[in-house]
Structure formats: structure tokens, C-alpha cells
């Protein structure tokens, strides 16, 4: 998976394939193919395993500023060259595998925010009984900012701060 890794960083994920990853990976394309069924598999496998994909849920001590950092390390991670990435995986991706890559890449962070949300409501800052949908919000939110801004580094601190201030925690407060 590093040849993978190192092939997508040096051609960008149009230019990937199989045989390219072979070669740099000293071994043979039917090999390959035998574990993955295609370059898209593959690179979502690679990606997943050498993007360090765990983020913890910050823990400062506050609802907003455990959301205002969490939104920051997923705003940081999302470069151009990811969504790059991310877009041509999907283009070529069946059904089975764009689940996959909703699993991998997307719904991990809703586990996240309900961590995050379970400490705030035991230091009551935050009321029961939230629905899934106002859970996931300030995610969502951000997800278009990111989609908008054409990278997550260009979402700045004043944005993310604006959805937990003025949209997020007004909701969500007891």
C-alpha cells in the first residue's frame, strides 16, 4: 500500500493505475488485482491506512471549544489535493465501494461529534435529546464551506467560529 501511497503522490489519481503501482511495488499487476478489484479500491484502502485518519475528539473542557477544534482538524486535512482525490475516487467508484468511502472518510466524524456532545451534556451545557440531524450540524456546515472553498485551509477560524456561535450552539443549548 505505501507503492500505492507514493505513486499517488508523485502522479496525482488520474494518472494512477495498476501497473504503475506494480512496478513501484516490485510485484505484479495480477497480484494487485487479486486483493483489489481496482485502482479506486486500492487507493481508498491506501489513503485510509496512511492519512493518520484517526482524529480525537478534542476534550478541553468545553463544548465550544471542543467543536471549534474539531472543525479546524477536519478543515485542515481536507487540501485541495484531497478532495481531489476524493472526487476522482468517487467518480470512478460502483455503489458497494462509494459505502466504503461514506464508512471510511465520512461517517466517522458523527462518532466524533457525539463524543464530544455526551461530555457537554454531563458538564450540562448542552440539552438531551438532540436529533441526528442538529448533532451533526456544525459537520455538515462545514462540509460545505470546505466544498465551497475548494479546500479546507481556506475556511478561516472566523467561519468556523460562526457556525458554533451563531448557528450550532444556539440550538443546542439548554
Given amino acids: 500500500m505505501q507503492a500505492a501511497v507514493e505513486e499517488l503522490a508523485a502522479v496525482g489519481y488520474t494518472a494512477v493505475s495498476m501497473e504503475r503501482i506494480a512496478i513501484r511495488a516490485r510485484t505484479s499487476k495480477a497480484a494487485l488485482y487479486r486483493r483489489w478489484p481496482g485502482r479506486a479500491d486500492l487507493i481508498v484502502d491506501a489513503y485510509s491506512r496512511f492519512s493518520a485518519q484517526q482524529i480525537e475528539p478534542p476534550d478541553t473542557g468545553s463544548l465550544r471549544a471542543d467543536v471549534i477544534a474539531l472543525l479546524r482538524r477536519i478543515a485542515d486535512r481536507a487540501t485541495p489535493e484531497t478532495l481531489h482525490l ?71 477560524d472566523q467561519v468556523i467560529e460562526a457556525i ?10 439548554p
Avoid at 106 to 127: D, K, Q, Y
Avoid at 164 to 173: A, G, T
Fill in 86 to 156: 476524493f472526487f476522482g475516487v468517487l467518480a470512478d467508484a460502483g455503489e458497494e465501494l462509494r459505502g466504503r468511502i461514506r464508512e471510511r472518510f465520512v461517517s466517522t466524524n458523527p462518532a466524533r461529534m457525539a463524543a464530544i456532545l455526551l461530555r457537554a451534556e454531563e458538564r450540562g451545557e448542552v440539552r438531551s435529546g438532540l436529533s441526528d440531524r442538529l448533532r451533526t450540524l456544525p459537520l455538515d456546515l462545514m462540509r460545505v464551506e470546505i466544498l465551497q472553498s475548494g479546500g479546507g485551509s481556506a475556511v478561516s
Fill in 164 to 173: 458554533v456561535d451563531e448557528v450550532f450552539l444556539p440550538l443546542v443549548r
